[in-house]
């Protein structure tokens, strides 16, 4: 007896007449017609063809597929490469006006023990041997002034290189031009900095803490990355204060050059209420209404999409690849394949815990001891854990979201942070197949 598949994902695409169907477990998308889509309704379909895609399934079938590539999805991640977080301080030159982490209790002199360094290193290399791995310094601000700061980067750029691993920067860019010699010694993957608009907004948005400007210093610092090939992650914060002004800020970038070069690429990150209350909660976005509204500036600034390309769930992805990914069982790689350590010797699960009171995961300095109970809830948390999840048709594409937001909402790990995968497939799709055409 067969029946349509549980992880049909159907809707209708954005300004057009058409609908789509897309099955991540079979891997197979179409586009139907307004005809199509109401035979596929009614159950009037070609029977052989819609289960030769996967959307028409045998239930028992289904299932096996489902536990094969679970365990296919399992086996790849236990060889993916580790993302692996250093925090040397939580002090910051700037004074952002939507820092989450300004609650946060720092050492502004920053001087992390060489001791402390080798420990982590000594951690790391024990702890995931064998495993392909990099790291990247966050903060904070991991490039702050003063002689301890660049001391401690030296040393630690040699261990990185000592250990043969790649090292990225997530700063705010102030000092880059500074550090640009020191990083040059390191195999750097990325550097990510943030502009959150043109000169006059992202100057708001994001003062030194003396009051001072940042744009022009950061903007010169990127020219000098790039002239020295290393590669600049540019993210932009999006709010409802600072959206329309990202086309002016793609125009920049693009008549800089530096959206021709090879080491540049963006990101945009949502301004959101992490766990350090806002003031102004009215200008933020929901996941949904910010991509509509990305939605809507790509389709009046088409020229957009040469600076930062939007993911759209797995629309951009299946446009640019010509097919789907594979199924996401876990979207949510804190403590499997990303950690983050930070200069008190703590271990946590990843950036969004890091630092945070009652997320400890363990210390690797200055002894090694691990919460194993803790550990094993992150781990085992994926689609198949979360009740919710286990009957959505979206879990696929969704993965059951972030752990921390998940928490942070609902009180427990192991329950769902929804993704508006369906919504955002109708906006993508709609916009990735009217730039091709
Ligand atoms: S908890 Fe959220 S931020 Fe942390 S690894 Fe998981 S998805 Fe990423
Ligand atoms: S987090 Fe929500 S949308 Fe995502 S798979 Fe779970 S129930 Fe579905």
Redesign the pocket.
Known sequence: MLSKSKHNIVSKIADSNEYFIVNLLSGNADVLTAEEYQNYVNNSFDAEMYSAKGYLVDEAEEKKAYKNKYLDFIDARDSDEIQLFFVPTYACNFNCSYCYQSGYETNPSYTVDNELVDSFFNYINLEFEGRKKYITLFGGEPLLGGTSSKKFLQYFINKCNESKLDLAIVSNGFLLKDYIPILKEASIREIQITLDGPKEIHNKRRPVKSGADSFDVISEGIDLALQNQLPINLRAVVDKENIDSLPELAEYAIDKGWTKSPYFKTQLGRNYELHYCQSEQGKLYSRLSMYQDIYKLIKQNPNFIEFHKPAYSIAKFLFENGELPDPLFD????AKT?WAFDYTGTIY?????VGKKGESLGTFFPEVSKHEDLIEEWQERDVLSIDKCKTCSLQLACGG?????AKNYNGSLHSEDCRPVKELLELGIGLYSTLKS
């Open positions: 979207a949510c790689p804190g990303e699960s990843c950036t969004a815990t979201g972030c752990g921390s937001m």
